[in-house]
């Protein structure tokens, strides 16, 4: 039988893996049941495998079964866009239509199995279709964020090498319109890969010159016949989704159809205890992995009604637009990043707005992306007046891998600053660097022992040795999420942060070292350090230390504008990068490795003790001089990052 309490669950996870994903894999119509044990290694590589031999289609289960049981009249998704005034409403059966029409679209422009796609939409009814559509012919999607720049999408082109593109003319900010056709178009230009085509999603707001017979317009590729799912293998590829590591390239988290069908369905009722046919909204982008996993495939996997929103939380048109989604829609779950409740709290302190909605239908908040400061956490708790959930994940995970699992029998209540506990299949444990495990409430490093649960990366694309060397090889046996983090004594994990040159700004996650690099190309710049420094609306923002090549006469204004346009250029707006300060020289180590922590430390006004390998400590107040000049941290008052001011 089942296990339906939180620890019998979980403890069966890890003492039989296999038997436990067994069973949940029965939740799901399979083409071809997976053989026993469904759990394998790569003869190669060791590395883990879930549901080898099984043959399914991850978008045939999100449309094509549900349409077949009962669910063809049902909404599948909504799609409410404040920004274009816009509300639509998808049954099921709409969108299977428009999705094998589709596909037969990208078919007839030489799509087949196996190629990749890369989707450059915002929150689109039409990029869900794009993603499900190469879900159905087996091609493998790799959906990119609009807040990113050509460079970056050129990088995703050369290591993709997809077959096509298809974007949208364009994206709407908050008080902008952003035209995407030339940042593909400077992309493609860039990128030594050349894609047969770009699909264009013609909007009303900018609409793109398109020269054919390389671009395409979108709504030609609905003309086309519908086409039927094709099997794939359950380890066969469903998307790459690319996310930033600590160098400048970025990694291509893979995710497998089988594996991630069967996870991400357990999740939906054990973890956010939503039943099918209630409507769940994930307020992220699909330019994300909470986007790919819990707007797209987990609501429609689930048979639920998805809320597809393109806005902002805030000034889409005011602070109340949540609110009014969960009360328009009939929201159940909702699930968004602490940023999100921040700005709102900013504007709406007293929760004037929240009053204004009938919230009846909402049983829980879901919070992930970055930590959760416990004031948010209770803001949220005292506003909506329902549990709020922090949970942990990651791109590389595609699924929560702690959490207060609401969906099974005696699970010890939500605490503010936790993310819980481990989900079934995830063994969490905090290790010290010897990788052994350090007493309750010690800070550590946070690592899951191996096997995975199905979901998580089998490997990055076409990178084997990365998968390995970036989370195999720091403890053997185990994966290391690059996380901190430490374990109380009644079993609550807390995440405290990355350990490495990553940075979460407002939930969305950037290297530092890539600025770095960026930085350091600038032809005045002899070193530099970038910093995730505090920020009260954006948890994170980066800032940049730089040491000027010896005869550089640039003046201060003008380099930091040159830097701050760099970023922009080349990463993106979404890098918030917006401070650089010159410094006689920047602090190290005897062995010369610049001292960040320290660095973050002094912007963000932390007690903390000068490390005992600092060449010269003198150089800190140097800096701290520095600093307070710039207003750069909460340490020296920077009103930007200040939501009292
Ligand atoms: N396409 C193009 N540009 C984008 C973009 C997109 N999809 N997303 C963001 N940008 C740009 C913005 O226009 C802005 O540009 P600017 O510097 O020219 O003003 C910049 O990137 C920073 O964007 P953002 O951080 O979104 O700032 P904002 O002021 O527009 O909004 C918040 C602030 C807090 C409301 C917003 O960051 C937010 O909603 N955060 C929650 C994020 C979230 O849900 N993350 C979940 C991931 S799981
Ligand atoms: P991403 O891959 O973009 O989802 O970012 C993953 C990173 O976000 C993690 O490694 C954490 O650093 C951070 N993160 C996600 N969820 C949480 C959380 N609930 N608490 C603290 N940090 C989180």
Redesign the pocket.
Known sequence: MEPTTYAAAHAASLADPDAFWAVQARQLQWFQEPPRPVLSQDADTGFYRWFRGGQLNTAYLCLDYHVANGRAGQVALVYDSPVTQTLRRYTYEELLNLTARFAGGLRALGVEKGDRVIIYM?NMPEAVVAMLACARLGAIHSVV????APHELAMRIDDAQPRLIICASA?I??D?V?P?KPLVDEAIRQATYQPAHVVVLQRECATAELHAPHDVDYQQLLQAEPVDAVPVDATDLLYILYTSGTTGKPKGVVRDHGGHAVALKYSMSAIYGVQPGETFW????I?????HSYIVYGPLLHGCTTVLFEG????TPDAGTFWRVVQDHQVRVLF??P??I??IKKEDHEGALARKYDLSSLRYLFL???RCDPATYDWAGQTLGVPVVDHWWQTESGWPMLATMVGLADVPPPRAGSAGHPVPGYDVQILDEAGQRVPADTTGLVAVKLPLPPGCLPTLWRNDARFQHGYLTTFPGYYFSGDGGYQDEEGYLYIMGRVDDVIN????RLSTGEMEELLAAHPAVAECAVLGIACE??GQVPVGLVVLKDGQTISEELLEKELVQRI?EQI?????F?QAAVVKRLPKTRSGKILRKTLRHLADGDDFTVPSTIDDPVILDEIRQVMSRHKMGLAFDKPETRLSS
């Open positions: 915002p964020f609009g807040g990113f994206g900010e908050i902008k952003i995407y994930a307020a992220s982008d330019g994300w992995a909470v986007g902002k939380p805030v000034r968004t990043a940023t999100a921040r700005a992930a992306g970055e700004v407002a939930g969305h609306l954006r922009r993106g707006a979404v890098a918030c917006r």
